[in-house]
Nanobody, 118 residues
Framework: QVQLVESGGGLVQAGGSLRLSCAAS????????MAWYRQAPGKQREPVAF???????NYAEAVKGRFTISRDNTKKMVYLQMNNLKPEDTAVYYC????????????WGQGTQVTVSS
């Protein structure tokens, strides 16, 4: 049974940084692409960043140059380093199993809240 557990969210001022973590279990982690999505209040969930099993990355335009996705296959972890945060980054952040060339999989964690104050 695939389980994803996100952590690391919080309240931060604009311009600050946070590092989100996602712990995966119940799957051969190193074989899968992984992703981060976010959902702001009143908006649809949207993709933020992807990392292939070979650690190739790509990002949504809104976060390019500010966010960095990474993974540690030995720990079955995926991370999202978020720098220069903006109020519009406020959302619940979720990790997901899968890559950018397909819709998100049905495997979601509980999410972690990121709130950026101006």
């Amino acid at each position: 049974q695939v389980q994803l557990v996100e952590s690391g969210g919080g309240l931060v001022q604009a311009g600050g940084s946070l590092r989100l973590s996602c712990a995966a279990s119940g799957m051969p982690f190193s074989f899968y692409d992984m992703a981060w999505y976010r959902q702001a209040p009143g908006k649809q969930r949207e993709p933020v960043a992807f990392i292939t099993r070979g650690s190739t990355t790509n990002y949504a335009e809104a976060v390019k140059g500010r966010f960095t996705i990474s993974r540690d296959n030995t720990k079955k972890m995926v991370y999202l380093q978020m720098n220069n945060l903006k109020p519009e980054d406020t959302a619940v952040y979720y990790c997901n199993v899968g890559g950018s060339s397909s819709p998100p999989s049905r495997y979601w964690g509980q999410g972690t809240q990121v709130t950026v104050s101006s």
